[in-house]
């Protein structure tokens, strides 16, 4: 059934930190190479943070940027979430911070771990409060920094990882038919074993967990998954609009691997030139990916005011999420 959505996306803002880390910087502390990555994944290089730098700094940036490129008031925003997997503090949260920073008067905030899925989760969660009339004005952000639980002995993971944020404002729209059109979530928490990073338990499902911290991840279990599921709810997101894949101007997946990307596209029939993706120049940024696949359409100037766009995320629960959205930002 498709949705009766009474929000709109109306502005974005993304940053990276300064810092590059190339794949020829990679070939002096593991082995591998520039080839070998590039083959496997896409990736030629990632922006990673300094020591003094974390998620709600990178957050704080793409907010500055949504606020003033877009010349929106942040003053009214009534609720701030905030997707991250890679948080400064267990607590204070860094939607916390983000208020601080900005100083608004009188919102909720409140940190969403949904991983790699996190950004489409929250748009989710907002378009939902948004609508249901509880809240006017929310801004959705996603920031993460990956590098710092990156096991950098690990050839197989730590060419994979980027840090970054993203930020869209999500606003109560009775002018017309809100721009979400559908959206379709799903979780299979057996698959967890498969991408995690250990914490306070030492075992899953009775399993020893590794990596001190760090990430550890079955890659190929987790790209069949991906693949499998993506391309399904992918055909439900369709059915529960009453579009045909023509009708998709963009498809923005969750940039994980262009491997993956390319994989997913031909599964589901999706042409790979209608897909947007931040992989290749900022690596794997867990739920920052999309908003910044979002905001490189926006500055090509492929991303159109109206375009309508497919947006999935998936990641580590094992998790997914994906929505059908009208592309509510205004050219600037």
């Not at 059934?1 to 300064?18: K, N, Q």
């Not at 840090?163 to 979400?180: I, M, P, Q, S, Y």
């Not at 940039?255 to 596209?265: F, G, H, Q, V």
Request: charged share 20%; proline share 2%; hydrophobic share 40%.
């Amino acid at each position: 059934m498709t949705l009766v959505s009474r929000s709109r996306i109306t502005a974005i803002g993304t940053y990276v930190p300064e810092r590059i880390l190339t794949n020829e910087d990679l070939e002096k502390m593991v082995e591998t190479s520039d080839e070998w990555i590039v083959q496997r994944t896409g990736i030629q290089e990632r922006h990673i943070t300094s020591d003094d730098e974390f998620t709600s700094h990178l957050c704080i940036r793409a907010i500055e940027k949504l606020r003033d490129t877009y010349n929106k008031s942040l003053e009214d925003v009534d609720l701030i979430l905030t997707a991250t997997t890679t948080p400064d503090y267990s607590f204070p949260s860094v939607a916390c911070q983000i208020q601080g920073h900005f100083g608004i008067a009188s919102t909720g905030a409140v940190d969403l771990n949904a991983t790699c899925a996190g950004f489409s989760y929250a748009l989710h969660l907002a378009n939902g409060l948004i609508t249901s009339g509880l809240h006017r004005k929310i801004l959705v952000v996603a920031g993460e920094t990956m590098t710092k639980i990156t096991d950098y002995s690990d050839r197989s993971t730590c060419i994979l990882f980027g840090d970054g944020a993203g930020a869209v404002l999500v606003e109560r729209d009775d002018t017309e038919a809100g721009g979400f059109e559908a959206t379709v979530m799903g979780t299979q928490g057996t698959g967890g074993i498969s991408v995690y990073r250990s914490g306070l338990s030492s075992s899953m499902n009775g399993i020893p967990l590794e990596g001190s911290g760090k990430i550890v991840q079955n890659g190929r279990e987790v790209f069949k998954w991906a693949v499998r599921t993506v391309s399904a709810g992918i055909e439900q997101l369709l059915r529960q609009a009453g579009v045909d894949r023509e009708q998709i101007d963009w498809f923005i997946p969750h940039s994980a691997n262009l491997r993956m990307i390319e994989s997913i596209c031909e599964k589901a029939n999706i042409p790979l030139g209608k897909t947007l993706q931040s992989v290749q120049l900022m690596g794997n940024t867990s739920s920052a990916s999309i908003p910044l696949a979002l905001q490189a359409g926006v500055d090509s100037g492929q991303l159109k005011t109206g375009d309508r766009l497919l947006i999935y995320g998936f990641g580590s629960g094992l998790t997914h999420a994906g929505l059908i959205v009208r592309w509510g930002v205004p050219a600037i």
